[in-house]
């Protein structure tokens, strides 16, 4: 009997820290999008009109270098790379992780409306590549 009493104390003062639901807010009205820095796309083709874009996302293989100190490992850490393509052969390649801050910053840089980044967006959303909840105003 006080060993469960005890349990339940315990288990009372745990502290639990929880994830924030990633969320893609897009406001069709005045063509906001704001997203968190966590929200990352997963390997993906979209073509939209003129413009062509294609994400992967490849493992990569992290080896530390040997030294006295063995408490460094081998781990393999996903790297994302993004292509985008327009009819004039530009190519914008996104490093590292593909993140929705990463795409849209490239998009704006090729010009592309807000009307067409809403757009490329639901469809990401919508072939399962988005991993945030989207939630159109």
């Known amino acids: 009997q006080a060993e469960a009493v005890y349990f339940i104390a315990s288990v009372e003062t745990l502290r639990v820290e929880t994830d924030v639901e990633a969320r893609v807010v897009i406001n069709e009205r005045t063509g906001t999008i704001v997203a ?21 996302q490849r493992p990569v293989i992290s080896q530390p270098q040997a030294s006295f100190n063995n408490t460094a490992k081998t781990v393999v850490v996903p790297v994302s790379d993004t292509e985008v393509i ?52």
């Open 36 to 56: 968190g820095g966590n929200v990352v796309i997963n390997e993906v083709m979209i073509s939209h009109g003129n413009l062509t874009i294609h994400t992967k």
């Open 86 to 137: 327009e009819d004039n052969a530009t190519v914008s390649i996104l490093p590292d992780k593909t993140t929705v801050s990463g795409l849209a910053t490239a998009l704006n840089e090729m010009g592309v409306k807000p009307r067409d980044i809403i757009a490329i967006f639901q469809a990401i959303k919508k072939a399962g590549a988005l991993n945030a909840k989207l939630i159109i105003m």
